[in-house]
């Protein structure tokens, strides 16, 4: 069985701000042609960016908010799903790059989130 310790939840968290940070730059330093995929990395990253900081409080004690790690783990999870649909959802999957980068981007926060909720389910108390 898995343990959670607050190494493991950080560097996860760090992994997050990272993937969030990438798609929130992604439509500049790939260069979306899809006005919509512009605007949903935008409104994606900057959540995921903003779970994460949250989450990294609440890991070091800077805010106490109660139950935030499982509500953290279900957004990131509905982030992450919602990215990796959202390409045929919107129709701006003609834009090579963004369908791919919102593809992967939301296939691995997706992944992640859902590995984090079955530990959460699963390990010993």
Known sequence: MFKRNWKTEAFVD??????????????WL???RSPLGWHTSWMAGATIITVAIFSLADLLDSV???AFFES????????????AVCPW????????????????VGIVIATIAAVELWVLRHSPA
């Open 64 to 66: 106490s908010i109660p």
């Open 30 to 32: 790939l260069g979306f």
């Open 89 to 104: 959802v919107l129709s701006f999957n003609d834009d090579t790059m963004a369908m791919q980068v919102h593809l992967v």
């Open 72 to 83: 953290e783990e279900w957004i990131n999870l509905t982030i992450g799903s919602w990215l």
């Open 14 to 27: 760090a992994i997050n701000l990272a993937l969030g940070g990438f798609l929130f730059l992604s439509p």
